[in-house]
């Protein structure tokens, strides 16, 4: 039977491998929506031969909830609600979606994560718009038209379904889906911006089908445990020394 110190060290490793659990951005984390935004426009103005009707990209709210949404559920699939297009935004005519995952979680990097989608160029004959291979998602990347995007990273600890039973992370990215524009006196930006179509709007709206309200709870949750995790652990760790000055907590 373990004695009261060796409990107190395990609680003590215990809660200090918690404290210091992975953390993943969320949807209104600034320096994530700057990187998801940067990688798009930077594959878009990377487009060889230069398209004469590229759109700037810029950050959409109501995507970014769509993703979050989808992402929630831990399933390596498609959005099964993205051709009904008033379900996954309040405006959009319609959208497109890549996901990405990996285990552990901490593989994810938002910038190498995209760059999977966009290496997929290398399979992509812009001569006659096909594939050798898959390139699907470089293409929703470098899509003219579109201009807006909206992505969504999620913790999955009980695994990802069609992928693995391991914990493990999802990244889902949306983005508005338009026809290609074939006017060029319509199109001339390149990879330029506009006042009124990059403006930033906030939305107060959620998927009918998000009917979750994990997100926030559970990041309300995290913002307490860890602070009270973390202050019990040195409660712990000065009692066992205070008592037993020869023990000692590692990780």
Request: charged letters at 20%; a neutral charge.
């Amino acid at each position: 039977m373990a004695s009261a110190v060796e409990r107190l060290l395990w609680a003590c490793i215990i809660l200090d491998s918690g404290v210091r659990s992975i953390s993943l951005p969320e949807i209104s984390d600034l320096k994530f929506i700057e990187e998801c935004v940067k990688e798009h426009n930077l594959a878009r103005s990377s487009v060889s031969p230069p398209a004469t009707d590229m759109l700037y990209m810029t950050w959409d709210e109501a995507l970014a909830i769509t993703a979050k949404a989808w992402a929630k559920r831990c399933i390596f699939d498609h959005n099964i609600y993205l051709k009904d297009a008033s379900r996954v935004h309040p405006t959009f005519p319609s959208v497109g979606e890549n996901i990405w995952t990996a285990h552990p979680p901490s593989q994810f990097n938002t910038s190498k994560a995209i760059k999977r989608w966009v290496d997929e160029v290398k399979d992509y004959s812009y001569q006659e718009n096909s594939c050798n291979k898959v390139c699907g998602h470089y293409t929703q990347v470098v899509w003219a038209s579109t201009y807006k995007v909206g992505c969504a990273v999620q913790l999955c600890p009980d695994g990802i379904k069609h992928f693995t039973n391991k914990k493990g992370v999802l990244f889902v990215s949306v983005r508005l889906h338009l026809k290609k524009c074939h006017l060029v006196l319509m199109c001339l930006n390149v990879v330029a911006g506009s006042p009124e179509r990059d403006s930033q709007k906030s939305y107060n709206w959620s998927p009918d089908w998000d009917t979750s309200d994990t997100s926030s709870s559970s990041s309300v949750s995290v913002l307490i445990a860890r602070p009270v995790a973390l202050s019990f652990t040195f409660i712990t760790a000065y009692v066992v020394h205070y008592f037993y000055p020869d023990a000692f907590c590692y990780e």
